[in-house]
């Protein structure tokens, strides 16, 4: 996690994005940060969820790549983030069949990181 963590660095992330995370460690949820999917970015991995934190419109062109790759794409605002979502967090988390075995989903782009 402390790697994952790194790249929330300020400089390399929103605050929103930081605040989120802080929220995912505080609750013992693994994640994966600055996910590739054929190419493109993806702010969370969270079980069988892509996360992305969001001040523009959505890619929809990412969103379809989201769900190629077997995942569920799902956009909150930056104004969303707050300690609200951990019971949300842990409800998602739970249902995930990933979550089940403690998997966090690799992708082909980056398996390195």
């Not at 013992?28 to 996910?35: G, V, Y």
């Not at 890619?59 to 769900?67: A, D, G, H, P, R």
């Not at 707050?82 to 690799?106: A, E």
């Amino acid at each position: 996690m402390r790697r994952q963590l790194n790249k929330l660095k300020k400089g390399k992330s929103t605050k929103s994005e930081r605040r989120f995370a802080e929220i995912l460690k505080s609750q013992h949820i693994p994640f994966r940060t600055k996910a590739l999917i054929e190419g493109h970015e993806v702010d969370f991995i969270v079980g069988d969820y892509a996360i992305e934190i969001d001040s523009h419109d959505q890619n929809v062109e990412k969103n379809k790549l989201v769900i190629k790759a077997g995942l569920i794409p799902f956009h909150l605002k930056s104004w969303d983030i707050g300690p609200h979502l951990k019971d949300w967090i842990h409800k998602i988390y739970g249902n995930s069949s990933r979550s089940r075995g403690k998997f966090i989903r690799s992708t082909s782009d980056n398996s390195k990181s």
